[in-house]
């Protein structure tokens, strides 16, 4: 059982490492020059795959959420708190490349560009999201409540991104008209595998996350054992 | 009216009941005895359906709590060292609202009865901020005996009242165990409260290990044995 | 009907204890008075500039008075343990959750109805029309509903109430993006059709936050 649980981590870690650097060499290299922005259009395809991986941690997030309301089984609770930590790093990239992009391309760091506005929400709310876990003590609790915070704050997503498409199209940012670009078959192709690459990134790092905690709890359950039956040096 | 098998709660890794037995009769006055940390709160609880169990079975007048937490509820009354009671309304507006959550037919002359009873008619329409410790703690009796409970949950009542409050307690507590209702009492207090219960039942370490008459407790002799059952 | 008259009877016990001693109420129209004093010095809010900032600062206003109302409800019920007793009550927890939103609710409308005619005079926008009222409405509402939840939350956490801000106000975005949109629509002379897109997402928005609200409750309260 475990032999076959660890052939299949490795197969992830070399999987997603093969996918990684396909994607890299694909958008270096395969990848044409974009005719408006040149070179630096080249962030995009990682700004797009890091935005869709933070939106579906957020989403395996509000599924567990579910999951421990239901079951009330700690696997559930170390998935959401896993693919929250996951989500966290791949949102700031998001947002980072975003604003990398928005530089050369508009001149300024940051703009209320939609697609930009939403990470950075998203952003605050997976930061909310951890600032709630480390507030509370109780691991039930803990578990308990971040499940109901996940699962409320991700409905609110879609109708943030509805409110913030709407406003923008209602007052465009004089700087977003010139975002435009032209897209080909071979930046498609590029784009599908960087999101492929991303997707397996974000399961592999998952799962050793899954991992670390269950360690974790592993450690605290022997802790918690040794102090109940060995107290004071003496077994009672 | 109280049945308890097996009974075990986890808040995470740590174990706060251990495999709990108990059975309790109608009527009876059990005192529950065990030092910080044994679970006493946390099994009041789960019998006042604030918990849920981890596993075990638990049946109150023969309703399972989880289940049908409602008739549970209606049935149960607690009182806590916390009080309960809204400090910004007065001791009448606390009894009225409480009559309305139970769903009363004769709210007004129970809440008038009840005020009588533990001797604040006078202070009825002053807010529950002004009152002493003492006042709140007869003020939350009256409130968890409202709706006529059949059985009563106390954790620790006693923590912090004056001499005169304590008697009012015990004495009510007395009344109420003659006219039948069934009590269940948590204390690490072994002097006073082993005087008013008619079964000591010893909880330590998540576990209940010493279930006895209160006839059949030496009251000289129970402190030390106390000490060797929950070491 | 019984869990109408169980709601009922909590909003009547929060009114009543805050009528007694009218903290809660006048710290939140205080705070509302001194934020518009903030904002108005701030922003250098004056003729034009002024009116295009009216429905802003109105929504910051009410988004940051409403935290401090949030807050001071659910630790009331958390001082003495009475989220106990209402829990031990032989009532639905659908009906507490509602009853403690209503109770927010119709906290939050009485600082609104200081605030709409202060914002009209000191702005010279025509807030006081129905199209107005109703956005404001239907922005309270939701607001309310989720900032119930979430307070609910907050006050077990060791930061208490300086939680609920962080919790709360990402959550809001829609229903404030919409409401401030809608306002200003609507006083520059647009008619209801014109904004029905923005009051559209703002029902929309309340009918799926009091949903999750309502269905979530019972697990933040149980153990």
Aim: proline fraction near 3%; charged fraction near 15%; hydrophobic fraction near 50%.
């Amino acid at each position: 059982m475990n032999k076959n649980r660890e052939l299949f981590g490795l197969l992830l870690i070399i999987l997603s490492t093969v996918a990684v650097l396909a994607a890299l060499g694909m958008v270096f290299l395969y990848a044409p020059r974009e005719t408006t922005m040149g070179d630096v259009q080249r962030i995009f395809y990682f700004h797009v795959a890091s935005a869709w991986v933070g939106f579906f941690a957020f989403f395996v997030t509000f599924l567990s959420g579910i999951g421990y309301l239901a079951r009330a089984e700690r696997r559930w609770d170390i998935l959401a708190l896993s693919s929250v930590e996951v989500g966290l790093a791949f949102i700031t990239m998001t947002v980072i490349t975003g604003s990398l992009w928005a530089r050369p391309v508009w001149g300024t760091y940051w703009t209320w560009e939609p697609r930009l506005t939403i990470s950075a929400v998203q952003l605050l709310i997976y930061v909310a999201y951890g600032m709630l876990r480390s507030a509370l003590e109780n691991p039930e609790k803990k578990a308990r409540l971040s499940a109901v915070y996940g699962i409320v704050a991700f409905v609110t997503v879609p109708l943030s991104w509805f409110a913030i498409r709407w406003w923008r199209t209602i007052h465009p940012d004089i700087l977003t008209g010139g975002g435009g670009m032209a897209f080909t078959p071979r930046m498609g192709y590029t784009l599908l595998v960087s999101l492929a690459a991303f997707t397996l990134l974000y399961v592999t790092i998952l799962r050793q996350r899954i991992r670390l905690e269950r360690s974790a709890d592993a450690l605290a359950r022997l802790r918690a054992h040794l102090e109940t039956n060995y107290i004071g040096g003496s077994h009672v | 009216m109280i049945q308890v098998h097996d009974l075990t709660k986890s808040f995470g890794p740590h174990v706060a009941l251990a495999g709990v037995d108990l059975s309790v009769e109608t009527g009876e006055f059990v005192a529950l005895v065990g030092p910080n940390g044994a679970g006493k709160t946390t099994l009041l609880r789960v019998l006042a359906t604030l918990i849920r169990p981890t596993s075990g079975s638990v049946r109150i007048a023969g309703l399972d709590p989880v289940k049908e937490g409602e008739g549970v509820r209606r049935r149960i009354g607690f009182l806590s060292h916390r009080t309960l009671l809204y400090e910004d309304l007065t001791a009448e507006q606390n009894l009225w609202f409480y009559a309305k959550m139970y769903d009363l037919a004769d709210s007004s002359a129970r809440v008038a009865d009840l005020l009588e009873r533990v001797g604040l008619t006078s202070r009825r329409h002053d807010l529950v901020r002004t009152f002493s410790r003492g006042m709140q703690q007869r003020l939350a009796v009256a409130r968890a005996v409202l709706h006529r409970a059949q059985l009563l949950l106390l954790d620790e009542p006693y923590t912090g009242l004056d001499p005169l409050a304590t008697q009012t307690l015990t004495n009510l507590l007395t009344e109420l165990a003659e006219e039948g209702c069934t009590i269940l009492l948590t204390t690490h207090d072994l002097n006073r409260d082993l005087k008013v219960g008619r079964r000591v039942v010893v909880l330590a370490r998540g576990r209940v290990v010493h279930d006895v008459p209160r006839a059949e407790v030496d009251l000289a002799a129970f402190p030390e044995q106390y000490m060797q059952l929950v070491r | 009907m019984r869990f109408i008259r169980t709601v009922w009877a909590i909003v009547v016990k929060d009114v009543a204890a805050e009528f007694h001693t009218r903290e809660m109420i006048s710290a939140m129209l205080v705070f509302s008075v001194l934020a518009l004093l903030i904002f108005s010095f701030a922003l250098d809010l004056r003729g034009a500039v002024a009116q295009a900032a009216a429905p802003g600062v109105l929504w910051a206003t009410v988004a940051f008075a409403g935290t401090l109302g949030l807050s001071r409800s659910l630790t009331r019920e958390q001082q003495t343990g009475c989220i106990d007793g209402l829990l031990l009550a032989p009532v639905d927890r659908s009906a507490i959750f509602l009853g403690k939103a209503l109770g927010n609710l119709a906290f939050m409308a009485v600082v609104e109805v200081v605030l709409l005619p202060l914002f009209s005079a000191l702005f010279d926008v025509p807030l006081l029309r129905p199209g107005v009222l109703l956005v404001t409405a239907l922005g309270t509402v939701g607001y309310a509903a989720v900032g119930t939840l979430l307070a609910t939350i907050a006050v077990n956490t060791r930061a208490r109430e300086v939680m609920l801000p962080i919790l709360l106000l990402p959550l809001a975005i829609p229903s404030l993006i919409a409401a401030v949109q809608a306002t200003g629509g609507l006083v520059e002379g647009g008619t209801l059709a014109e904004v029905g897109g923005w009051i559209r997402l703002l029902v929309v928005y309340d009918l799926v936050i009091v949903a999750v609200s309502v269905l979530t409750f019972g697990y933040l309260v149980e153990e």
